[in-house]
């Protein structure tokens, strides 16, 4: 390996800590998801959980597509091929976003009238949200594994000289708003590589409240009304 090149165990460890928040996202969207289908069915979803979730999952959406101005110009300065790669991830993102702003609009809605509950906008927003939640998880589910075989790539070819950058650059990805659901679901069902990488990353008093945040992550699932 070329001394320009990032030691393969930090670039390994770098990937992690992606797949990790991208692991996060994928099981958010799926529990998001869920819960959209479980109200539908008449189910005990607490409404007010359910728009901060889908909030959340919005926000965790445009970081992850922001990544495009902190991580990808430092990938793009390599001259290996799957660079070229990263165009059609872009024109995923495209899309993604159209989804996370048509669920923005529908969870905009349902929080307005979520008291009211039986209005016909109501009953428009539901549906939706509930086919917005589908499709971001449909689209993560192919576009989040075509870019982490990009990403696995090209993280090795990184200079050793921009190790810092692309250390800084990772860790823009990883939003820390409602700190329980990041924790609970780098966590639920089981332990995300890159989980410890993460967490060493959270605020101090993220750390020490860790067992309070995931009793509050398992009352969130139960008020989604999911289960895993």
Do not use: C, N
Request: charged share 25%.
């Amino acid at each position: 390996m070329s001394a320009t090149e990032t030691s393969s165990g930090e670039g390994t460890r770098l990937i992690d800590e992606v797949l990790a928040g991208h692991g996060v996202m994928a099981r958010g969207a799926e529990a998001v998801a869920a819960s959209f289908t479980r109200l539908a069915a008449g189910a005990a979803v607490e409404m007010r959980t359910l728009v901060l979730a889908a909030r959340w999952l919005i926000e965790v959406g445009h970081y992850h597509v922001r990544q495009e101005t902190s991580l990808w110009p430092l990938l793009r300065e390599s001259p290996h091929r799957a660079v070229a790669r990263l165009d059609l991830l872009s024109e995923e993102h495209e899309t993604l976003v159209e989804e996370l702003d048509a669920l923005t609009r529908a969870v905009g809605e349902i929080a307005k009238e979520r008291e009211a509950g039986g209005s016909l906008s109501w009953g428009l927003a539901m549906k939706q949200g509930t086919r917005a939640s589908h499709r971001i998880l449909g689209l993560l589910g192919g576009h989040l594994a075509a870019e982490e075989a990009v990403l696995k790539t090209l993280f090795p070819a990184v200079p050793e000289t921009d190790t810092a950058r692309l250390r800084k650059a990772v860790a823009a990805g990883v939003p820390l708003s409602e700190p329980h659901l990041v924790l609970g679901f780098l966590e639920h069902p089981e332990p995300l590589p890159g989980r410890d990488r993460i967490f060493v990353r959270f605020p101090p008093w993220v750390r020490w409240a860790r067992a309070p945040l995931t009793r509050s992550f398992r009352r969130t699932l139960r008020a989604l009304d999911v289960h895993g």
